[in-house]
């Protein structure tokens, strides 16, 4: 497998056909993970590599991995150590794709909303009532106080793109499409609630990964096959 990634196969298609591991049908993609998310091999094994490198087979207890490092980007340390950090207070409505609403009508949907929002003939927090189908829709899409790293890259980079008061384009992010609007940004301090709760979660994540591969492997050493031959 290992020589056909050199010779330039998918790597997803790959990981979709052969892989065991539960992000298989999403082409492997484990997403972006500081490194306390990852296993320690699989740091140590990236440590070297450059984006679009293979890493050599590795072996854990759960089984042989094929892990390929797709690109880096600099962590927000001074979320979580309390050092000044930009803060972004941002809203959004969201429509998500589906069988009843293909893409181009999202997008068209979108772009009326910004346009009536822009001419003052809507308000965005009543259309995010009325279209958006996040959690936050009830709120008017309000998102609170946004820190870097809190969203996906997609909608992050649209996001630090627009100054207050502004609403971006359509969006396309694994969730769906978005409008995004900033309200008001901030440089202040992460709260100590804030940085118990970065840490609290990056030791969970990391801890049910682990937790998951030992139960892998222990449902792997468990199981076996019998054959019968039919004479």
Avoid: C
């Avoid at 950090?85 to 969201?94: C, D, S």
């Avoid at 502004?166 to 499409?177: L, N, Y």
């Avoid at 979660?201 to 050493?221: G, T, V």
Wanted: glycine residues 8%; without cysteine; positive net charge.
């Amino acid at each position: 497998m290992i020589r056909q990634l050199q010779r330039g196969t998918d790597f997803a298609r790959l990981a979709a056909a052969f892989s065991d591991a539960p992000e298989a049908m999403s082409g492997g993609s484990l997403g972006w993970r500081a490194a306390e998310r990852l296993p320690q091999l699989f740091v140590d094994a990236v440590a070297r590599l450059e984006p679009g490198q293979v890493a050599p087979l590795l072996r854990s207890p759960a089984g042989f991995h094929v892990v390929k490092l797709l690109d880096r980007r600099a962590a927000a340390p001074q979320a979580v150590s309390g050092a000044p950090v930009t803060q972004t207070h941002a809203r959004h409505i969201l429509i998500r794709p589906n069988e009843l609403v293909t893409e181009d009508e999202a997008l068209r949907r979108l772009h009326d909303i910004k346009r009536r929002v822009e001419a003052g003939t809507g308000d965005f927090a009543e259309l995010a009532r009325q279209y958006s189908v996040d959690g936050s829709a009830g709120r008017g899409g309000d998102l609170g106080w946004i820190y870097p790293g809190d969203t996906v890259p997609e909608f992050e980079r649209a996001m630090n793109a627009l100054a207050p008061g502004k609403i971006s384009e359509p969006v396309r992010t694994p969730f769906g499409v978005h409008l995004i609007q900033v309200l008001e940004r901030r440089t202040d301090t992460a709260s100590p609630d804030r940085v118990r709760q970065v840490a609290r979660q990056a030791l969970r994540e990391r801890r049910i990964d682990e937790n998951y591969q030992d139960w892998l492997r222990q449902l792997r050493d468990r199981t076996y096959v019998e054959y019968k031959l039919e004479g």
